[in-house]
């Protein structure tokens, strides 16, 4: 069961330094507080006062005093004494602060970000890490806590770290940055979230996204996605003049290697060069499982089903994208053979891995 945890974010927003005493947080959080606790820490430091329920500007707030029982109280120090004394447990006047560095942590895992080696912050703002997509394109995340009384600017964000590349900006809520603030940076392009509404407390410690990141992500990762594909000017492989799609035959040997052989000659190739790696777990894309999907069917997959057609389309879109990238030849190296239902490679394919290494695929 996961928590959204409302409350803990408008908390945020409200304390100065998001700290405060364990009792006042309590009272602020009510039941979240059993889940937000896991993000905060003890400073070491106890409270000396306690919060008004009609504060002013005598005698306020309640002072702690000890009693002659060695017991704690809280009592007003107005001459009229306006608030009721309250007693109290000794860890009620404990001051909390939110846990930054637990937060990071959490925030950090749940975009699927390469973190910072330290949290990088600066006033109010925290780098969090980069979410990539492959190896050095990229996009930053930051954490940004104005607080109630901080209204955060433009070039305090740029003094963080904030670039011209896009930026995705994590915010409590989006009523903590001013509305004007908010238009001038998505205006350069940067993507404002706020974590009220696209996160949730697992429960265990850690953060969980309301929806997988590449939907939250969706525009600056188009955006990102388009400067890999325009990266390369020519084609990655090199080969014989004039090559077409029917001449090439590939073999897949193992998980990762792939020979090319066109016209005589041979050529060895892994994901990585061919553009098929995640940048961010450095494992092959799902282009490249698409292709082992074809090799281990020499070339046809089909008859498909229509749930299942749905299913391998974009694989197969992306894997044409790559493969027509790489090689440098026109056309669509996958047809679609409507009559059959079956995708089918203008080229040769197949699958000689060592036969106990090779996956079983279920196509219907």
């Known amino acids: 069961m996961t928590k959204p945890l409302q409350r803990f974010r ?13 009792r006042d947080w309590r009272i602020r959080l009510g039941v979240e507080f059993a889940w937000a606790g896991t993000f905060l820490r ?15 500007d005598d005698g306020c707030p309640r002072g702690v ?6 017991g704690l109280r809280a009592v007003c120090r107005s001459a009229v004494g306006r608030c009721d004394a309250v007693e109290l447990v000794a860890d009620e006047i404990d001051v909390l602060r939110i846990d930054l560095e637990r937060l990071c942590r959490a925030l950090a895992i749940a975009f699927e970000l390469q973190e910072a080696p330290r949290p990088i912050s600066f006033d109010h703002v925290v780098t969090l ?12 995340v930051m954490l940004v806590l104005p607080g109630p009384a901080h209204d955060i600017q433009i070039d305090q ?53 309301v929806q997988p990141v590449d939907l939250l992500l969706h525009d600056i990762l188009t955006a990102l996605r388009v400067r890999v594909d325009t990266a390369h000017v020519g084609p990655i492989v090199a080969l014989p003049p004039g090559a077409r799609w029917g001449e090439l035959t590939l073999v897949l040997i193992s998980d990762e290697v792939l020979l090319l052989i066109c016209r005589g000659q041979t050529l060895r190739l892994e994901p990585d060069r061919m553009g098929m790696k995640d940048g961010r777990t450095g494992k092959p894309t799902s282009a490249w499982i698409f292709l082992q999907v074809l090799a281990r ?24 994208r790559q493969l027509a990238r790489a090689f440098g030849i026109g056309g669509d190296p996958i047809r679609w053979r409507k009559k059959d239902r079956a ?14 290494a090779r996956r079983i695929c279920s196509h219907r």
């Open 10 to 22: 408008t908390t945020i927003d409200a304390l100065p330094g998001a700290e405060t005493d364990r």
């Open 42 to 56: 003890t400073t070491g430091q106890r409270a000396t006062a306690i919060d008004c329920p009609s504060p002013g």
């Open 65 to 70: 005093i000890r009693t002659a029982g060695g």
């Open 129 to 140: 890490g980069a979410y990539a997509i492959a190896a050095g394109v990229a996009t930053p």
């Open 157 to 209: 964000l740029q003094a963080a770290g904030l670039g011209r590349e896009r930026t995705v900006l994590l915010v409590p809520r989006i009523a903590s940055l001013p509305v004007s603030i908010q238009a001038r940076l998505v205006g350069q392009g940067h993507l404002v979230l706020s974590l009220a509404d696209v996160t949730r407390a697992d429960g265990k410690g850690g953060v969980v996204l």
């Open 297 to 320: 069917t020499n070339g046809v997959l089909g008859p498909l089903d229509r749930d299942v057609i749905e299913q391998h389309k974009k694989r197969k879109q992306a894997l044409s």
């Open 343 to 356: 995708y089918e490679t203008t080229f040769l394919i197949r699958d000689e891995r060592p036969k106990a």
